[in-house]
C-alpha cells in the first residue's frame, strides 16, 4: 500500500465545507452568528486502545471511539459538530482490511452527526496513533463552558456511569447537547470519572459541589467505577434550580473551598483516570 492508494480509499465529502479533501487545506466559511469549537484529542495503540491480544477491539471499534472521543467534547460545549481533520499514523501490522474498518467505524459516526471529513494525514509509527480534531459550531456566546456553574444550582448527570470497561461503544451525548444548550450554566463531558470532572468544573467555576445521591451506575459496574473510572461520555451539567432539565439530579453547587465535592455528606476525592499510568484501556 502506499498513501495515495490509501487516500483513495477514503470517501471523500464536501459537505458544508467550501473546499474539501483534496487540496493542501480544507475551506470552511462560518456564519456571521455563530462561535467555532475546536477540540482534539489522541487514541493510541497500547495507551487507549488494544487491537491485538488479549482486550483487543475491532478496527471499526476502534475508528469509531478514536471519533466518539472528539465529538463527545463538542457536545460538551453545546456545539454541533460541522467538519473534523483526521490524522493516523499506522502500525507496521496493520493491513488496507484493518485502515478500511477504522475508517468505516469513524466515519461512520461522524456522519451520524453530519461532521464531514474536511482532511488529515497519514503516517506510520511502531504502533498506531490517530489524532481526531473536531470543529464545531454553537450560536454566538452560547457555548457551554466550565466555569459557569454558579452557588445554588442544580448538578445533572445525563446517564449512568461505570467507565470503558462496561461501555465498548460510548455515545457522544450530542442530543443532550442541544436540550442544555441555553438553560445549563456549566457543561463538561465525564471523560476521566465523575469525581475528577466535577472536580474540575468546580475549581474552573470557582465553587464546591454535594452530592445528595449516588449517580446512576452501569449494569454490571461498581459505584467506585461510576466515580471514578474514565470514558463514559455522559455529560455532567448545571442549571438554576427551576429549570426544567433532562437527565439525573445529582446534587447541588454550594459555597465552599473550589473544587470540593462532597458524597452522602463525606468527601469524595477527585481521583479518576490518570493519562499518564501505564496501563491500557481495552
Ligand atoms: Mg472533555
Known amino acids: 500500500m502506499n498513501e495515495a492508494s490509501l487516500l483513495a480509499r477514503v470517501p471523500a465529502s464536501r459537505r458544508g465545507l467550501v473546499l474539501g479533501i483534496g487540496d493542501d487545506a480544507a475551506i470552511y466559511r462560518p456564519k456571521a452568528?455563530?462561535?467555532?469549537?475546536?477540540?482534539?484529542?489522541?487514541?493510541?495503540?497500547?495507551?487507549?486502545f488494544r487491537a491485538r491480544g488479549p482486550g483487543a477491539i475491532s478496527a471499526e471499534q476502534a475508528g469509531y471511539r478514536a471519533m466518539a472521543r472528539s465529538l463527545s467534547d463538542a457536545a460538551a460545549m453545546g456545539a454541533r459538530p460541522r467538519f473534523c481533520l483526521v490524522s493516523l499514523s499506522l502500525a507496521p501490522w496493520t493491513t488496507v482490511r484493518w485502515f478500511d474498518g477504522f475508517y468505516r467505524?469513524?466515519?461512520?459516526?461522524?456522519?451520524?452527526?453530519?461532521?464531514?471529513?474536511?482532511?488529515?494525514?497519514?503516517?506510520?509509527?511502531?504502533?498506531?496513533?490517530c489524532d481526531v480534531m473536531v470543529c464545531g459550531s454553537v450560536p454566538k456566546g452560547k457555548a457551554l463552558r466550565r466555569d459557569g456553574a454558579r452557588v445554588g444550582d442544580v448538578l445533572?448527570?445525563?446517564?449512568?456511569?461505570?467507565?470503558?470497561?462496561?461501555r465498548p461503544m460510548p455515545v457522544p451525548r450530542l442530543d443532550v447537547a442541544r436540550k442544555i444548550l441555553g438553560r445549563a450554566t456549566a457543561a463538561m463531558d465525564v471523560s476521566d470519572g465523575l469525581a475528577l470532572d466535577l472536580?474540575?468544573?468546580?475549581?474552573?467555576?470557582?465553587?464546591?459541589?454535594?452530592?445528595?445521591?449516588?449517580?446512576?451506575?452501569?449494569?454490571?459496574a461498581t459505584l467506585e467505577e461510576a466515580l471514578h473510572a474514565g470514558e463514559d461520555y455522559e455529560l455532567l451539567y448545571t442549571a438554576p434550580k427551576g429549570v426544567r432539565m433532562p437527565g439525573h439530579r445529582l446534587g447541588t453547587i454550594e459555597k465552599g473551598p473550589p473544587g470540593r465535592i462532597t458524597l452522602l455528606g463525606k468527601p469524595l476525592s477527585p481521583h479518576g483516570y490518570d493519562h499518564f499510568e501505564s496501563r491500557a484501556r481495552s
Open 199 to 220: 472536580h474540575r468544573m468546580c475549581l474552573a467555576s470557582g465553587v464546591a459541589a454535594r452530592l445528595d445521591v449516588t449517580p446512576p451506575v452501569l449494569r454490571g
Open 33 to 48: 452568528d455563530e462561535d467555532l469549537t475546536f477540540t482534539t484529542d489522541l487514541f493510541i495503540e497500547n495507551v487507549h
Open 156 to 166: 445533572y448527570v445525563s446517564g449512568s456511569l461505570g467507565g470503558w470497561r462496561h
Open 105 to 129: 467505524g469513524l466515519l461512520g459516526l461522524a456522519d451520524r452527526y453530519g461532521c464531514t471529513l474536511a482532511g488529515g494525514d497519514l503516517s506510520h509509527t511502531p504502533q498506531v496513533v
